[in-house]
């Protein structure tokens, strides 16, 4: 469907939701159970896989402009909280309900979303938890997508800003080897997926010790971020000795068929049904969050980095990830570039921000807010 293809609607939340409504269209004739054995190790493997694409060198090597729209895109996470806790307690919303419907799902997507709504079931009996936030991430990508392109237009045309020189060697190889691809002349190999599987396993055998080590010692963090940090360490220790290869094309192949499964199963579930008495609230929400993001690129992520035609186009490439995924951060750029010129700065820098460091940031921010709340 033309549609969900150009906002980027993941394939496995299409298929999930459209079991899930089959589900409730079946309601009271016709119920199913799930075995749900590998939704977790699924879970676990996809953020691990997250914490292997997180390279200091890559961090280091975008300068000064990556660490600045890192914090700027890190302010605009703990933004995101604080608005979906204040409107839901606005609208007698349960607080971590709101908390679904804040960066959990508008910057950390369908994965994060998923995540935290299964922690939020099992561990304080939320109804609804799952609903909303998928409902709350598919809005975001959408929203993401609808909203990034105005408001980069309206600062281009404000301040009529035009394409500088782009003679810097900043094309589509630097935007490759940013986002940690292999270069096409080296096809994957039975032994690279091999290796990437014993990484990813061994993250989160590890990521399993540490998180019994810290739950002995009163210290509540979930699995996954233990593994997502052990595999940090393990991108890192390669990156800076060399002793051992990151195969990082297989690694973003076994992330993307761990997530798609782990949604695909979240999906498939849904109690749709539960959703309806939520959607007033939601609503509330979800709209405060697309205004925020809007002002957010507007006065805050347009003017610190640069106010110029670069810095408009990381601003309608922010409302992408600020409220979808980086693939809407990449369609919302493209198509701003295809109309009014190019942009190597913006590619540079965004896709590293979005594509591997705010969802660690995000994981963090998230858990501080769960702790506040108690």
Known sequence: MAFLGEFNIPAPV???????????ALLGRIDFDFDMTLKDPLMIAFFTTVGLGASLKLLKKGGPQVFLFLLLASGLVFLQNVVALALS??????????????????SGGHGTGATFAQTFTADYGLVGAMELAM??????????SVIGGPVARRLIRKYDLHPDDVGDGLGGDAVADIQGLAPASHPLSVN?????????????????????????LGVKLPT???????????RNVADFSRAFPIHFKCVDYIGSVSLSLFLTMALMSLKLWQLMELAGPMA???????????????YLTFPLMGKDYEAAVMAG??????MGATPNTVANMEALCSHYGPAPRAFFVVPIVGAF???IVNAFVIQGFIAFLG
């Not at 609208?91 to 971590?96: E, N, S, V, Y």
């Open 14 to 24: 299409i298929g999930g939701v459209l079991f899930a409504l089959l589900r409730w």
């Open 89 to 106: 307690k606005a609208t007698g919303l349960h607080p971590l309900l709101g908390l679904l419907a804040g960066s959990v799902t508008m």
């Open 135 to 144: 409902a709350s991430a598919t809005f975001g990508l959408v929203a993401g």
């Open 192 to 216: 690279d997926v091999l290796v990437t599987i014993l990484q990813i396993s061994l993250a989160m055998y590890l990521g399993s010790l540490a998180f019994e080590q810290l739950s002995a």
């Open 224 to 234: 996954y971020l233990c593994a997502l940090f052990i595999g940090i360490v393990i």
């Open 284 to 298: 509330a929400i979800l709209l405060g969050q697309t205004a925020l993001v809007a002002l957010y690129a507007t």
């Open 317 to 322: 490439g922010h409302c992408g990830f600020g």
């Open 357 to 359: 460091f705010i969802d």
